[in-house]
């Protein structure tokens, strides 16, 4: 059972455009969401991270949008850059617990 | 650079086959998570150790084993190997046991069963 569900699967934007991803959970005692991104050949790393309490969360480029009533979350890339091209995974957790569940990724690629 | 650490990077063996992949978390850090990833099914969860204990269990198969050492570092053995389990192997490490905390990712083990 997927707890936490991404889409799309993959994202093709042109440069200087805005990505979207969107994800949707089903746990209401989640209360931590982070996204991590993850480069070809690397491990994924921490990106940006949201609680429940906000409904936006804004890190440079990178925005979280956080939906409580619709269970649904989304990570926003402004200006979106080759750079930027990698999977992205949302996650969700409650607390007491000890693992992520993450998404199934989303692979972004940024053309020139 | 996370500054977790796994080896090997590669490792190709014959299905039917055991393997063990090493992993060293960052200084400091008690928790390490392994995780597999395939093309497919994304990051999936295996199993969590907290300072040398079981924290947390996720889709693991019983041919699949883990334990942590009293210097923290952890090993996942894969037994009677089948060419389903080819896929990415992660390890990650984070200071606490919390699914809130940090979680630092090393750079993976890629396995192939052929």
């Known amino acids: 059972q997927q707890q936490v569900k991404q889409s799309p699967q993959s994202l093709i934007v042109q440069k200087g455009g805005i990505s979207i991803i969107n994800c949707a959970y089903e746990n209401t005692a989640f209360d931590y969401f982070p996204w991590y991104q993850q480069f070809p050949g690397k491990g994924p790393a921490l990106l940006i991270a949201i609680r429940p309490d906000v409904s936006e969360k804004k890190e440079g480029r990178f925005t979280i949008s956080f939906n409580k009533s619709a269970k649904q979350f989304s990570l926003h890339i402004m200006d979106s850059q080759p750079g930027d091209s990698a999977t992205y995974f949302c996650?969700?957790?409650?607390?007491?617990?000890?693992?992520?569940?993450f998404g199934t990724g989303t692979r972004l690629t940024v053309i020139p | 650079d996370s500054g977790v650490t796994q080896t090997p990077k590669h490792l190709i063996t014959a299905t039917g086959q055991r393997v063990t992949l090493r992993c060293s978390p960052r200084?400091?850090?008690?928790?390490v998570y392994w995780y597999q990833q395939s093309l497919d099914q994304g990051l999936q969860f295996l199993i969590q150790y907290y300072n040398g204990e079981e924290r947390a269990k996720g889709n693991i198969l019983e041919r699949f084993s883990a334990q942590q050492f009293p210097d923290l570092h952890s090993e996942l053995n894969l037994s009677s190997l089948e060419l389903g389990d080819s896929a990415l192997y992660f390890c990650?490490?984070?200071?606490?046991?919390?699914?809130?905390?940090?979680?630092?990712f090393g750079p993976g083990t890629r396995l192939l069963v052929l």
């Open positions: 996650a969700g957790t409650k607390t007491g617990a000890n693992n992520l569940f």
């Open positions: 990650a490490s984070s200071v606490g046991a919390s699914g809130r905390e940090t979680q630092y």
């Open positions: 200084s400091g850090d008690l928790s």
